[in-house]
């Protein structure tokens, strides 16, 4: 749920929680189940402006460098672990109105 704030008539800003849930990983063909059905639940706000016929959003979601190194249940063929990574990034959305053309 993302809650926003209009600040002007043509900026936004909102900040609000991302769900998501990561169904599987492959490697060769075989799935990791280790990664399978993980849930996570982070933070996430940005700006966003609008304009008669698109707008044009910038998100940040503040997350702490992270990467681990955890081993397999079942290593598939010589492969024994796996490298999970977790960090910050941006995501530049822009959107165009095609019904505000009609």
Do not use: C
């Not at 799935?31 to 706000?45: D, G, H, V, W």
């Not at 990467?67 to 822009?94: A, C, H, R």
């Amino acid at each position: 749920m993302i809650l926003g704030f209009k600040a002007s008539e043509a900026l936004n800003i909102y900040a609000g929680n991302k769900i998501y849930r990561r169904s599987s990983e492959e490697f060769n063909g075989s799935e990791i189940l280790e990664t399978k059905n993980q849930s996570k639940n982070k933070f996430l706000f940005g700006l966003g402006l609008s304009f008669p016929h698109f707008s044009i959003t910038m998100q940040y979601e503040p997350a702490p460098s992270e990467t681990t190194v955890p081993y397999l249940d079942n290593p598939i063929g010589n492969k024994t672990q796996y490298i999970n990574t977790e960090g910050s990034f941006w995501v530049l959305g822009i959107t165009l109105d095609l019904f505000s053309f009609f």
